[in-house]
């Protein structure tokens, strides 16, 4: 301890954790590569290791519901990368919300939640969890004391995307997050959209990190998962809103999370709790198709971003183009917000009006040809979709617009295919929008 | 569970079983500016098998009351303190890194009230870098991030926590920031850096003593451990490899395994 060389920490940083972190080779036959653990479950040594492992006294697997070795991996990686102190992974983003919200509430309770969302999620909140009696409320993410505003006794967290699907609307996570700890209550940020590399929610307070991992993290649009990131920070013992945190649990023999397990408290019920009642797991394959995706994660991010910059200038000289949102922009109502959270990119999510209204963009979803036109966003290759007609279809019109959309949107998820190819693409695609009504007749 | 000891509140783990008096008992002592929570991987299995358990929080320090202790040897008072309030005549004691200077403190003051000592990652003396005494003494988090960094071997810096989801730095990290960082980290590195008797009090020590070591600790080198280790007669060493000072989180089974072994034969449970 007292050698006096290094007084700098020596921990991996970023593009090291994204190879490494989580993963010990001499423990897996040497192998350089994550195994891939294709089993349901683990042999005991004995009746007490069987025990022992059912009570939360040892460390390891059971069965592959609760936990897998591959899985394992991927949750330590994505949490050194977070700056999280534990994660748990999802067969998808969607059920890492559900598990997130069932673990943090009980019928009665309240959340108070970002209006500009993806709509399966919205759906979530406002259909599916009011029927498990857990209560929300919306507030538009830019109204940032209507976050305030909201809450209620029965509170029990606030819940956002960090930048709104579709509209680009950023929340202020900083100010929010300090709304939610005055209230004694968590904050929890969908950030899927940016991934580690462009915003740790972590720094800036969030307590509880979403990601569906299906998009940049894994990148190559092969594989569904989801992840929940603890920050580690929030005391769930300060206040008495969190009973099933903090009191004895009898799921576990009267195991109080918080009291056990503090910094690793959620993720530790989030599993013990969720996963085995709930049993959203994701497969060993998919966690190591996500691991693949993760190790060249800076690499693609830092692509994704400088071609999505390249798409703004394009899209802001067009003639067919009424508008464009993205907060690199500098009259976005959030581009200060946005320098300020995402130093290191502003992202490769596009939303952008089309001159012709609704027609004009269903005639240039259906003439672009390199450009995919599915319901998917954070692939390496170019995505597009009208979201009023597709991944928010389901609402209605009052809905929509209190969403933030419109019927000229189009969703524009940059690739890192080359710049020029995607531009006349797009070309194609504004061409056919001029002239809707002779190319839907071809 | 909490409790009062010389008029302040004091929170210990009882590892997740009610405190039972009829059972003997085990007493966890954490390292410099810790809680209880470190001890979660070895202190629930004990708790379920035939033994009352006290992981805890030393005051000033996780959820206890008061100020944190100043000198080794108030701290070692204050163990033997707890036994007492606790209603017990004996005791057997496992600490890491600051937790074994003070477990070998308070076994050479109280030879026929500890029953078994159990060390890791230890040492005869703790003498801090100046420089990482200043920082945790101004509160600098680079205090923390620095003790992160030496408390973990190679493979513990890659992960691989054996609960399933868990990462050790950050959750380290986050352990050692549940409290102002000058209050806790800053006051026991402090202590540790002034403690000079570990050495006589190891040689005054005739109990069961077993000291677990790892080849790269850079906090409480092997070497360092073996020489304290030495002192008290009998004692048995177990060195594992491959890992760094905070052995009972890397290596939490290999460590279970070799307390349960010697704690179970040395100061047998209830059956």
Same mark, same amino acid.
């Given at each position: 301890?007292?050698?006096?060389?290094?007084?700098?920490?020596?921990?991996?940083?970023?593009?090291?954790?994204?190879?490494?972190?989580?993963?010990?080779?001499?423990?897996?036959?040497?192998?350089?590569?994550?195994? +891939?653990?294709?089993?349901?479950?683990?042999?005991?040594?004995?009746?007490?290791?069987?025990?022992?492992?059912?009570?939360?006294?040892?460390?390891?697997?059971?069965?592959?519901?609760?936990?897998?070795?591959?899985?394992?991996?991927?949750?330590?990686?994505?949490?050194?990368?977070?700056?999280?102190?534990?994660?748990?992974?999802?067969?998808?983003?969607?059920? #890492?919300?559900?598990l997130a919200v069932m673990t943090l509430c009980e019928a009665g309770d309240h959340l108070v939640v970002s209006s500009q969302l993806y709509g399966g999620t919205v759906n979530l909140f406002r259909l599916t969890l009011p029927k498990f009696g857990?209560?929300?409320?919306?507030?538009?993410?830019?109204?940032?004391?209507?976050?305030?505003?909201?809450?209620?006794?029965?509170?029990?967290?606030?819940?956002?995307?960090?930048?709104?699907?579709?509209?680009?609307?950023?929340?202020?996570?900083?100010?929010?997050?300090?709304?939610?700890h005055d209230a004694g209550i968590p904050l929890m940020v969908d950030a899927t959209y940016q991934t580690p590399y462009l915003c740790k929610p972590i720094d800036h307070g969030a307590d509880i990190v979403i990601h569906s991992l299906t998009k940049?993290?894994?990148?190559?649009?092969?594989?569904?998962?989801? +992840?929940?990131?603890?920050?580690?920070?929030?005391?769930?013992?300060?206040?008495?809103?969190?009973?099933?945190?903090?009191?004895?649990?009898?799921?576990?023999?009267?195991?109080?999370? #918080?009291?056990?397990?503090?910094?690793?408290?959620?993720?530790?019920?989030?599993?013990?709790?969720?996963?085995?009642?709930?049993?959203?797991?994701?497969?060993?394959?998919?966690?190591?198709?996500?691991?693949?995706?993760?190790?060249?994660?800076?690499?693609?991010?830092?692509?994704?971003?400088?071609?999505?910059?390249?798409?703004?200038?394009?899209?802001?000289?067009?003639?067919?183009?009424?508008?464009?949102?993205?907060?690199?922009?500098?009259?976005?109502?959030?581009?200060?917000?946005?320098?300020?959270?995402?130093?290191?990119?502003?992202?490769?999510?596009?939303?952008?009006?089309?001159?012709?209204?609704?027609?004009?963009?269903?005639?240039?979803?259906?003439?672009?040809?390199?450009?995919?036109?599915?319901?998917?966003?954070?692939?390496?290759?170019?995505?597009?979709?009208?979201?009023?007609?597709?991944?928010?279809?389901?609402?209605?019109?009052?809905?929509?617009?209190?969403?933030?959309?419109?019927?000229?949107?189009?969703?524009?998820?940059?690739? +890192?295919?080359?710049?020029?190819?995607?531009?006349?693409? /797009?070309?194609?695609? /504004?061409?056919?929008?001029?002239?809707?009504?002779?190319?839907?007749?071809? | 569970?909490?409790?009062?000891?010389?008029?302040?509140?004091?929170?210990?783990?009882?590892?997740?079983?009610?405190?039972?008096?009829?059972?003997?008992?085990?007493?966890?002592?954490?390292?410099?500016?810790?809680?209880?929570?470190?001890?979660?991987?070895?202190?629930? %299995?004990?708790?379920?098998?035939?033994?009352?358990?006290?992981?805890?929080?030393?005051?000033?320090?996780?959820?206890?009351?008061?100020?944190?202790?100043?000198?080794?040897?108030?701290?070692?008072?204050?163990?033997?303190?707890?036994?007492?309030?606790?209603? %017990?005549?004996?005791?057997?004691?496992?600490?890491?890194?600051?937790? @074994?200077?003070?477990?070998?403190? @308070?076994?050479?003051?109280?030879?026929?009230?500890?029953?078994?000592?159990?060390?890791?990652?230890?040492?005869?003396?703790?003498?801090?870098?100046?420089?990482?005494?200043?920082?945790?003494?101004?509160?600098?988090?680079?205090?923390?991030?620095?003790?992160?960094?030496?408390?973990?071997?190679?493979?513990?810096?890659?992960?691989?926590?054996?609960?399933?989801?868990? %990462?050790?730095?950050?959750?380290?990290?986050?352990?050692?920031?549940?409290?102002?960082?000058?209050?806790?980290?800053?006051?026991?590195?402090?202590? @540790?850096?002034?403690?000079?008797?570990?050495?006589?009090?190891?040689?005054?020590?005739?109990?069961?003593?077993?000291?677990?070591?790892?080849?790269?600790?850079?906090?409480?080198?092997?070497?360092?451990?073996?020489?304290?280790?030495?002192?008290?007669?009998?004692?048995?060493?177990?060195?594992?490899?491959?890992?760094?000072?905070?052995?009972?989180?890397?290596?939490?089974?290999?460590?279970?395994?070799?307390?349960?072994?010697?704690?179970?034969?040395? %100061?047998?449970?209830?059956?």
């Amino acid at each position: 301890m007292s050698d006096k060389k290094g007084m700098d920490p020596k921990t991996y940083k970023f593009d090291t954790l994204s190879l490494h972190a989580g993963y010990q080779p001499h423990k897996n036959a040497g192998s350089r590569q994550v195994p +891939i653990y294709q089993t349901t479950s683990y042999l005991f040594d004995d009746v007490d290791h069987a025990a022992a492992l059912f009570n939360l006294e040892r460390g390891g697997h059971i069965y592959s519901r609760i936990s897998n070795p591959t899985v394992a991996v991927l949750e330590e990686r994505v949490a050194s990368l977070e700056g999280g102190t534990a994660a748990l992974a999802t067969s998808s983003g969607m059920s #890492a919300i559900f598990l997130a919200v069932m673990t943090l509430c009980e019928a009665g309770d309240h959340l108070v939640v970002s209006s500009q969302l993806y709509g399966g999620t919205v759906n979530l909140f406002r259909l599916t969890l009011p029927k498990f009696g857990i209560k929300t409320t919306f507030v538009k993410p830019r109204d940032t004391e209507g976050f305030k505003k909201a809450i209620q006794k029965n509170t029990k967290g606030i819940f956002g995307e960090l930048v709104g699907n579709p509209g680009n609307e950023i929340m202020n996570m900083p100010e929010i997050a300090k709304i939610a700890h005055d209230a004694g209550i968590p904050l929890m940020v969908d950030a899927t959209y940016q991934t580690p590399y462009l915003c740790k929610p972590i720094d800036h307070g969030a307590d509880i990190v979403i990601h569906s991992l299906t998009k940049w993290m894994a990148g190559h649009g092969s594989s569904m998962a989801g +992840i929940i990131v603890e920050g580690g920070k929030f005391d769930w013992m300060q206040n008495d809103k969190f009973p099933t945190m903090t009191q004895p649990y009898e799921g576990y023999h009267g195991l109080s999370f #918080a009291e056990e397990f503090g910094p690793t408290a959620f993720t530790m019920k989030a599993r013990a709790e969720g996963m085995r009642d709930f049993g959203p797991c994701l497969s060993p394959q998919n966690a190591w198709n996500v691991l693949q995706g993760i190790e060249t994660l800076s690499v693609r991010m830092k692509k994704h971003c400088e071609n999505a910059e390249k798409m703004v200038e394009y899209l802001l000289g067009h003639e067919s183009v009424a508008w464009v949102s993205h907060p690199s922009v500098p009259d976005h109502p959030d581009h200060d917000l946005a320098n300020k959270l995402l130093p290191n990119g502003k992202g490769s999510m596009i939303a952008f009006g089309i001159k012709g209204g609704k027609a004009a963009g269903e005639a240039f979803i259906n003439n672009v040809k390199l450009a995919s036109h599915l319901a998917n966003v954070g692939d390496t290759r170019t995505l597009v979709i009208h979201p009023a007609s597709a991944t928010h279809s389901q609402m209605d019109e009052a809905t929509l617009k209190f969403a933030g959309l419109s019927h000229d949107m189009i969703r524009l998820s940059v690739g +890192i295919e080359d710049i020029d190819d995607i531009k006349n693409d /797009f070309e194609n695609g /504004f061409r056919a929008a001029r002239k809707p009504r002779l190319v839907s007749n071809q | 569970m909490k409790f009062q000891v010389n008029n302040n509140e004091v929170y210990a783990s009882t590892g997740g079983r009610p405190f039972d008096k009829n059972k003997p008992l085990i007493i966890f002592v954490h390292g410099s500016g810790l809680t209880h929570m470190t001890w979660v991987l070895q202190t629930r %299995y004990f708790a379920f098998h035939g033994y009352s358990v006290l992981a805890l929080d030393m005051p000033g320090h996780g959820l206890s009351g008061g100020e944190s202790l100043k000198s080794i040897e108030d701290m070692a008072d204050w163990v033997s303190d707890v036994i007492d309030a606790v209603g %017990y005549k004996e005791a057997s004691l496992v600490g890491h890194s600051q937790g @074994c200077l003070v477990t070998v403190e @308070c076994t050479a003051r109280n030879p026929d009230k500890i029953k078994t000592l159990s060390l890791m990652g230890g040492a005869g003396a703790i003498p801090m870098n100046p420089e990482l005494l200043s920082l945790a003494e101004n509160n600098d988090p680079k205090a923390v991030e620095l003790m992160m960094d030496w408390a973990h071997g190679p493979a513990g810096h890659f992960g691989g926590h054996p609960v399933p989801g868990l %990462y050790h730095i950050n959750t380290g990290s986050m352990l050692a920031k549940t409290r102002t960082i000058k209050n806790t980290l800053g006051v026991d590195f402090r202590a @540790c850096d002034n403690y000079k008797n570990g050495f006589e009090a190891a040689k005054q020590i005739k109990i069961p003593t077993l000291s677990i070591l790892a080849t790269d600790d850079k906090m409480c080198p092997v070497k360092e451990g073996k020489k304290l280790a030495n002192l008290i007669e009998g004692s048995q060493i177990d060195i594992i490899d491959n890992c760094g000072h905070m052995m009972l989180l890397e290596e939490a089974d290999r460590v279970l395994n070799v307390l349960k072994k010697f704690i179970t034969t040395n %100061y047998p449970p209830n059956k």
